[in-house]
């Protein structure tokens, strides 16, 4: 059964809401910065030491936050604008998945990304 268009290419649902994926890949991209960051410091990696295989997975630690969060979005946003879930199910679906990624990652409070900082210093001295 298909829903009528209602002449903005919208057949039904929910549409209307902006896509809102940037969102979801920048905290993606924070809690891959900080993975690799734990990674690098934990192991005592440095340029000069780091073979082929560990630079690629230190990449794709980097990179694998951001396409899971952004996918998620992309696929949030798709269902609620066919009407299928609400915005608000929408907000809340995601920030319910980005809270525990962070907290699983140790990110409860910007002094969790200090202490990083401090340890990546001392980490390149």
């Given at each position: 059964?298909t829903?009528?268009?209602d002449?903005?290419?919208n ?14 890949y920048?905290?993606g991209?924070i809690?891959g910065?900080?993975l ?8 005592d ?5 780091t073979?082929?295989?560990q630079?690629?997975l ?5 990179l694998a ?6 996918g998620i979005?992309?696929?949030l ?5 066919r009407?299928?879930i609400?915005?608000e ?11 525990p990624v962070?907290?699983l990652l140790?990110i409860t ?7 990083l900082?401090?340890a990546w ?5």
């Open positions: 059964m829903e009528p268009d002449g903005d290419g057949s039904g649902g929910n549409g209307g809401e902006p896509d809102a994926a940037a969102i979801w920048i905290l991209l809690a910065v900080f690799v960051g734990k990674v690098v410091v934990s192991q990696l440095s340029g000069d030491t073979s082929t295989v630079n690629l230190l990449v794709a630690l980097f936050p951001m396409f899971l969060l952004g979005s992309k696929h946003s798709r269902e609620a604008a009407g299928k609400s915005w199910t929408y907000w809340t679906t995601m920030v319910g998945i980005t809270v962070l907290a140790g409070s910007i002094d969790d990304v200090l202490d900082a401090n210093s001392a980490h390149d001295k």
